[in-house]
Protein backbone atom coordinates (compact mmCIF):
# COMPACT_ATOMS: atom_id res chain seq x y z
CA UNK A 1 0.00 0.00 0.00
CA UNK A 2 1.19 3.53 -0.59
CA UNK A 3 2.56 5.80 2.48
CA UNK A 4 0.10 7.06 5.14
CA UNK A 5 0.21 10.46 4.55
CA UNK A 6 -1.57 12.06 7.41
CA UNK A 7 0.01 14.23 9.99
CA UNK A 8 0.97 14.89 13.29
CA UNK A 9 -0.58 17.16 15.53
CA UNK A 10 1.05 20.29 15.84
CA UNK A 11 0.92 19.78 20.10
CA UNK A 12 2.77 16.58 19.43
CA UNK A 13 5.08 17.39 16.94
CA UNK A 14 6.13 20.49 19.44
CA UNK A 15 6.35 18.16 22.48
CA UNK A 16 9.22 16.38 20.52
CA UNK A 17 11.52 19.02 20.17
CA UNK A 18 12.48 18.48 23.49
CA UNK A 19 13.70 15.10 23.16
CA UNK A 20 15.19 16.07 19.56
CA UNK A 21 17.40 18.43 21.05
CA UNK A 22 19.24 15.80 22.82
CA UNK A 23 19.44 13.24 20.34
CA UNK A 24 23.43 11.99 19.24
CA UNK A 25 21.93 12.64 15.62
CA UNK A 26 22.99 15.86 15.94
CA UNK A 27 25.83 18.31 15.28
CA UNK A 28 28.51 15.88 14.89
CA UNK A 29 30.92 14.27 12.59
CA UNK A 30 29.94 10.89 11.85
CA UNK A 31 30.68 7.62 10.00
CA UNK A 32 27.17 5.74 10.38
CA UNK A 33 23.36 7.12 9.49
CA UNK A 34 20.46 5.97 9.29
CA UNK A 35 17.44 7.00 7.29
CA UNK A 36 13.90 5.67 7.54
CA UNK A 37 11.63 4.94 4.86
CA UNK A 38 7.89 3.83 4.04
CA UNK A 39 6.02 1.96 1.40
CA UNK A 40 5.03 4.62 -1.83
CA UNK A 41 5.78 3.95 -5.71
CA UNK A 42 8.21 6.70 -5.17
CA UNK A 43 10.04 5.85 -2.54
CA UNK A 44 10.60 2.02 -3.49
CA UNK A 45 14.13 3.23 -5.01
CA UNK A 46 15.44 2.77 -1.12
CA UNK A 47 14.73 -0.29 -0.55
CA UNK A 48 16.09 -2.07 -3.59
CA UNK A 49 19.19 0.07 -3.12
CA UNK A 50 19.73 -1.55 0.06
CA UNK A 51 18.78 -4.98 -1.02
CA UNK A 52 21.04 -5.02 -4.82
CA UNK A 53 24.17 -3.24 -3.28
CA UNK A 54 23.90 0.52 -4.51
CA UNK A 55 23.57 1.54 -1.04
CA UNK A 56 27.05 0.41 -0.04
CA UNK A 57 28.21 1.05 -3.23
CA UNK A 58 28.41 5.01 -2.58
CA UNK A 59 28.65 4.67 1.50
CA UNK A 60 32.01 2.78 0.51
CA UNK A 61 33.36 5.60 -1.83
CA UNK A 62 32.64 8.39 1.24
CA UNK A 63 33.90 5.70 3.73
CA UNK A 64 30.42 5.95 5.52
CA UNK A 65 28.02 3.33 6.49
CA UNK A 66 24.38 3.60 5.54
CA UNK A 67 21.51 1.76 6.85
CA UNK A 68 18.09 1.92 5.27
CA UNK A 69 14.77 1.29 7.35
CA UNK A 70 11.25 0.62 7.07
CA UNK A 71 9.29 1.94 9.59
CA UNK A 72 5.73 0.49 8.93
CA UNK A 73 3.85 4.01 9.73
CA UNK A 74 4.27 6.85 7.86
CA UNK A 75 3.63 8.97 10.85
CA UNK A 76 5.54 7.02 12.85
CA UNK A 77 8.68 6.82 10.95
CA UNK A 78 8.38 10.88 10.52
CA UNK A 79 7.83 11.27 14.63
CA UNK A 80 11.05 9.05 14.77
CA UNK A 81 13.23 10.82 12.91
CA UNK A 82 11.71 14.26 14.48
CA UNK A 83 13.03 12.40 17.89
CA UNK A 84 16.58 12.30 16.14
CA UNK A 85 16.40 8.09 15.96
CA UNK A 86 17.17 8.81 11.99
CA UNK A 87 19.32 11.38 10.31
CA UNK A 88 17.10 11.53 7.40
CA UNK A 89 13.33 10.66 6.57
CA UNK A 90 11.28 10.00 3.47
CA UNK A 91 8.40 12.81 3.68
CA UNK A 92 6.17 14.93 1.76
CA UNK A 93 6.99 18.87 1.99
CA UNK A 94 3.17 19.37 3.69
CA UNK A 95 4.37 16.62 6.29
CA UNK A 96 8.02 18.39 6.52
CA UNK A 97 6.62 21.63 7.69
CA UNK A 98 3.81 20.21 9.85
CA UNK A 99 5.87 17.94 11.75
CA UNK A 100 9.92 18.31 12.21
CA UNK A 101 10.00 22.05 11.14
CA UNK A 102 7.05 23.09 13.14
CA UNK A 103 8.62 21.01 16.04
CA UNK A 104 11.54 23.21 15.81
CA UNK A 105 13.68 20.94 13.78
CA UNK A 106 15.60 22.31 11.54
CA UNK A 107 15.52 19.91 8.55
CA UNK A 108 16.87 20.14 4.63
CA UNK A 109 15.85 18.25 1.52
CA UNK A 110 18.35 17.05 -0.37
CA UNK A 111 16.50 15.24 -2.65
CA UNK A 112 13.10 16.03 -4.84
CA UNK A 113 12.25 12.99 -6.01
CA UNK A 114 9.01 13.14 -7.28
CA UNK A 115 5.15 14.63 -7.25
CA UNK A 116 2.15 12.77 -6.85
CA UNK A 117 0.14 13.65 -11.07
CA UNK A 118 -2.56 11.58 -10.42
CA UNK A 119 -1.80 9.33 -7.35
CA UNK A 120 -4.28 11.53 -5.12
CA UNK A 121 -7.94 12.04 -6.21
CA UNK A 122 -11.33 13.10 -5.11
CA UNK A 123 -14.35 10.65 -6.05
CA UNK A 124 -18.48 10.82 -6.02
CA UNK A 125 -20.78 8.68 -6.14
CA UNK A 126 -23.34 11.24 -6.40
CA UNK A 127 -22.41 13.64 -8.99
CA UNK A 128 -20.14 14.17 -11.87
CA UNK A 129 -18.30 17.42 -11.05
CA UNK A 130 -16.24 18.70 -8.12
CA UNK A 131 -18.76 21.47 -8.16
CA UNK A 132 -21.57 18.54 -7.16
CA UNK A 133 -19.64 18.15 -3.71
CA UNK A 134 -21.76 20.98 -1.74
CA UNK A 135 -23.74 19.65 1.29
CA UNK A 136 -21.76 15.96 0.98
CA UNK A 137 -19.90 14.29 3.81
CA UNK A 138 -16.51 13.99 2.39
CA UNK A 139 -14.34 10.92 3.57
CA UNK A 140 -11.09 11.21 4.19
CA UNK A 141 -7.83 10.84 6.11
CA UNK A 142 -7.92 14.28 8.06
CA UNK A 143 -5.48 17.27 7.69
CA UNK A 144 -3.77 15.15 5.60
CA UNK A 145 -2.56 15.45 1.53
CA UNK A 146 -6.19 14.34 0.82
CA UNK A 147 -7.52 17.58 3.03
CA UNK A 148 -5.27 20.05 1.10
CA UNK A 149 -6.39 18.18 -2.10
CA UNK A 150 -9.79 19.02 -1.42
CA UNK A 151 -9.01 22.35 -0.02
CA UNK A 152 -7.42 23.32 -3.43
CA UNK A 153 -10.03 21.70 -5.34
CA UNK A 154 -12.75 23.51 -3.65
CA UNK A 155 -11.31 26.61 -4.06
CA UNK A 156 -11.74 26.08 -8.16
CA UNK A 157 -14.98 25.22 -7.73
CA UNK A 158 -16.29 28.39 -5.36
CA UNK A 159 -16.51 26.11 -2.52
CA UNK A 160 -15.09 26.12 0.99
CA UNK A 161 -14.64 23.55 3.90
CA UNK A 162 -18.15 25.21 5.38
CA UNK A 163 -20.08 23.81 2.83
CA UNK A 164 -19.07 20.17 2.88
CA UNK A 165 -18.83 18.11 5.91
CA UNK A 166 -15.67 16.16 6.84
CA UNK A 167 -15.86 12.21 7.86
CA UNK A 168 -12.11 11.76 9.55
CA UNK A 169 -11.64 8.23 8.02
CA UNK A 170 -8.63 6.27 7.95
CA UNK A 171 -6.27 5.26 4.87
CA UNK A 172 -6.72 1.99 6.26
CA UNK A 173 -10.85 2.08 6.26
CA UNK A 174 -11.16 4.14 3.33
CA UNK A 175 -11.64 1.38 0.49
CA UNK A 176 -14.72 -0.25 3.20
CA UNK A 177 -15.95 2.86 3.65
CA UNK A 178 -16.19 3.67 -0.26
CA UNK A 179 -18.68 0.34 -0.58
CA UNK A 180 -21.13 1.61 2.16
CA UNK A 181 -24.45 3.19 0.96
CA UNK A 182 -23.66 6.38 2.75
CA UNK A 183 -20.30 7.11 1.75
CA UNK A 184 -20.96 9.56 -1.53
CA UNK A 185 -17.16 11.44 -1.44
CA UNK A 186 -13.99 10.11 -1.33
CA UNK A 187 -10.69 11.69 -1.26
CA UNK A 188 -7.69 9.46 -1.00
CA UNK A 189 -4.44 8.33 -2.75
CA UNK A 190 -3.46 4.96 -4.79
CA UNK A 191 -3.49 2.43 -4.73
CA UNK A 192 -6.77 3.03 -2.13
CA UNK A 193 -7.94 5.59 -4.98
CA UNK A 194 -7.58 2.91 -7.71
CA UNK A 195 -10.11 0.66 -5.73
CA UNK A 196 -12.42 3.54 -5.10
CA UNK A 197 -12.96 4.94 -8.47
CA UNK A 198 -13.78 1.79 -9.79
CA UNK A 199 -17.26 1.50 -7.92
CA UNK A 200 -20.01 1.42 -9.78
CA UNK A 201 -21.11 4.78 -10.09
CA UNK A 202 -18.03 6.27 -8.97
CA UNK A 203 -16.60 9.13 -10.64
CA UNK A 204 -12.72 10.65 -10.39
CA UNK A 205 -14.09 14.73 -10.34
CA UNK A 206 -10.72 15.89 -9.47
CA UNK A 207 -7.28 14.82 -8.77
CA UNK A 208 -3.16 15.36 -8.10
CA UNK A 209 -2.87 16.20 -11.99
CA UNK A 210 -4.75 19.67 -11.53
CA UNK A 211 -1.84 20.71 -8.93
CA UNK A 212 1.24 19.70 -10.53
CA UNK A 213 4.23 19.91 -8.12
CA UNK A 214 2.09 20.56 -5.40
CA UNK A 215 2.18 17.38 -3.33
CA UNK A 216 6.01 16.51 -3.43
CA UNK A 217 7.54 13.20 -2.32
CA UNK A 218 11.25 14.51 -0.48
CA UNK A 219 14.18 12.90 1.17
CA UNK A 220 15.09 14.83 3.83
CA UNK A 221 17.89 15.17 6.46
CA UNK A 222 18.49 17.02 9.61
CA UNK A 223 20.45 20.12 8.90
CA UNK A 224 23.45 20.05 11.51
CA UNK A 225 24.09 16.82 10.35
CA UNK A 226 24.29 17.75 6.79
CA UNK A 227 26.23 20.77 7.29
CA UNK A 228 28.29 18.54 9.83
CA UNK A 229 28.65 15.64 7.22
CA UNK A 230 28.38 17.01 3.78
CA UNK A 231 29.43 13.36 2.11
CA UNK A 232 26.38 11.93 3.98
CA UNK A 233 24.31 13.68 1.18
CA UNK A 234 26.50 12.95 -1.79
CA UNK A 235 26.31 9.41 -0.75
CA UNK A 236 22.80 10.07 -0.72
CA UNK A 237 22.12 11.28 -4.09
CA UNK A 238 24.68 9.08 -5.70
CA UNK A 239 22.63 5.97 -4.57
CA UNK A 240 19.06 7.81 -5.48
CA UNK A 241 19.98 8.63 -8.85
CA UNK A 242 21.83 5.60 -9.66
CA UNK A 243 18.80 3.32 -8.42
CA UNK A 244 16.10 5.29 -10.45
CA UNK A 245 18.00 5.23 -13.68
CA UNK A 246 17.44 0.89 -13.29
CA UNK A 247 13.71 2.06 -12.46
CA UNK A 248 13.05 4.03 -15.57
CA UNK A 249 15.32 1.92 -17.96
CA UNK A 250 13.20 0.19 -20.54
CA UNK A 251 15.36 -3.03 -20.59
CA UNK A 252 15.56 -6.03 -19.04
CA UNK A 253 17.08 -4.50 -15.69
CA UNK A 254 14.43 -1.92 -15.57
CA UNK A 255 11.79 -4.65 -15.91
CA UNK A 256 13.54 -6.69 -13.28
CA UNK A 257 14.08 -3.95 -10.75
CA UNK A 258 10.72 -2.80 -11.04
CA UNK A 259 9.52 -5.85 -10.26
CA UNK A 260 11.65 -6.26 -7.18
CA UNK A 261 10.17 -2.65 -6.32
CA UNK A 262 6.84 -3.93 -6.95
CA UNK A 263 7.28 -6.94 -4.48
CA UNK A 264 9.06 -5.18 -2.12
CA UNK A 265 5.53 -3.11 -1.99
CA UNK A 266 3.04 -5.62 -1.69
CA UNK A 267 2.04 -5.43 -5.44
CA UNK A 268 2.79 -7.08 -8.72
CA UNK A 269 4.44 -5.13 -11.90
CA UNK A 270 1.67 -4.34 -13.58
CA UNK A 271 0.54 -2.62 -10.47
CA UNK A 272 3.63 -0.54 -9.60
CA UNK A 273 3.77 0.20 -12.92
CA UNK A 274 0.43 1.84 -12.81
CA UNK A 275 1.45 3.85 -10.02
CA UNK A 276 4.46 5.12 -11.22
CA UNK A 277 2.34 6.38 -14.46
CA UNK A 278 0.42 8.88 -11.89
CA UNK A 279 4.06 9.83 -10.17
CA UNK A 280 6.12 12.27 -11.96
CA UNK A 281 9.59 11.26 -11.33
CA UNK A 282 12.37 13.60 -11.59
CA UNK A 283 14.76 11.45 -12.94
CA UNK A 284 17.07 13.63 -14.50
CA UNK A 285 18.82 15.28 -11.34
CA UNK A 286 18.60 18.81 -13.64
CA UNK A 287 14.78 18.59 -13.53
CA UNK A 288 15.14 18.30 -10.25
CA UNK A 289 17.29 21.13 -9.17
CA UNK A 290 15.64 23.15 -11.61
CA UNK A 291 12.30 22.62 -9.96
CA UNK A 292 13.85 23.59 -6.89
CA UNK A 293 15.58 26.89 -7.67
CA UNK A 294 12.36 27.98 -10.02
CA UNK A 295 9.44 29.99 -9.02
CA UNK A 296 7.16 27.36 -8.50
CA UNK A 297 8.26 25.49 -5.57
CA UNK A 298 8.11 29.75 -3.69
CA UNK A 299 4.04 29.39 -4.91
CA UNK A 300 3.60 25.72 -3.82
CA UNK A 301 5.19 26.32 -0.21
CA UNK A 302 3.01 29.71 0.29
CA UNK A 303 -0.02 27.52 -0.40
CA UNK A 304 1.23 24.49 2.00
CA UNK A 305 1.81 26.85 4.66
CA UNK A 306 -1.41 28.91 4.26
CA UNK A 307 -3.23 25.75 4.33
CA UNK A 308 -1.20 24.19 7.71
CA UNK A 309 -1.62 27.70 9.83
CA UNK A 310 -5.39 27.33 9.04
CA UNK A 311 -5.66 24.32 10.43
CA UNK A 312 -3.49 24.80 13.06
CA UNK A 313 -0.52 22.49 12.16
CA UNK A 314 2.24 24.95 12.91
CA UNK A 315 0.94 25.20 16.60
CA UNK A 316 -1.58 25.90 18.62
CA UNK A 317 -0.15 29.10 19.99
CA UNK A 318 0.94 30.32 16.08
CA UNK A 319 -0.57 33.32 15.35
CA UNK A 320 0.79 33.65 11.90
CA UNK A 321 2.07 31.37 8.72
CA UNK A 322 5.44 33.51 9.12
CA UNK A 323 6.06 32.30 12.28
CA UNK A 324 8.24 29.01 10.85
CA UNK A 325 10.50 29.99 7.94
CA UNK A 326 10.71 27.98 4.85
CA UNK A 327 14.08 28.75 2.45
CA UNK A 328 14.51 28.33 -1.00
CA UNK A 329 16.90 29.37 -3.29
CA UNK A 330 14.80 31.97 -4.58
CA UNK A 331 13.49 33.07 -1.42
CA UNK A 332 12.76 32.98 2.58
CA UNK A 333 8.82 32.55 2.83
CA UNK A 334 8.42 33.59 6.70
CA UNK A 335 10.36 34.47 9.48
CA UNK A 336 14.03 34.75 8.41
CA UNK A 337 14.96 34.17 12.49
CA UNK A 338 13.25 30.89 12.40
CA UNK A 339 14.06 29.18 9.23
CA UNK A 340 12.93 25.45 10.01
CA UNK A 341 12.38 24.09 6.27
CA UNK A 342 15.32 24.43 3.59
CA UNK A 343 15.28 22.80 0.06
CA UNK A 344 18.98 22.56 -0.95
CA UNK A 345 19.31 22.22 -4.69
CA UNK A 346 23.08 21.95 -4.49
CA UNK A 347 23.99 18.42 -4.28
CA UNK A 348 21.44 17.06 -7.38
CA UNK A 349 23.26 20.03 -8.86
CA UNK A 350 26.51 17.94 -8.30
CA UNK A 351 24.90 14.49 -9.24
CA UNK A 352 23.74 16.49 -12.76
CA UNK A 353 26.90 18.02 -13.46
CA UNK A 354 28.80 14.15 -12.45
CA UNK A 355 30.86 15.79 -9.75
CA UNK A 356 29.43 13.22 -7.09
Known amino acids: MLKSRSVLTAVAAACLLATSSMSPALAEKKTEFNIAWTIYVGWMPWPYAADSGIVKKWADKYGIKINVTQINDYVESINQYTAGKFD?????????????????????????????????????????????????????????????????????????????????????????????????????????????????????????????????????VNTQTLKDNPDFARALVGIWYDTIALMKDTGEKGKAAREAMAKLSGTDLAGFESQLKTTHMYYDPKDAASFVTGPDLVKTMDLVRGFSFEHNLLGEKVTSKDAVGIETPTKTLGSAKNVKLRFDPSYMKLAADGKL
Open 88 to 220: GVTVTNMDALTIPAAGGVDTTAVIMGDYSNGNDGIVLKKGQTLADIKGQKVNLVELSVSHYLLARGLSTVKLSEKDIKIVNTSDADIVAASKTKDTTAIVTWNPQLLEVKSEPGATLVYDSSKIPGEIEDLLV
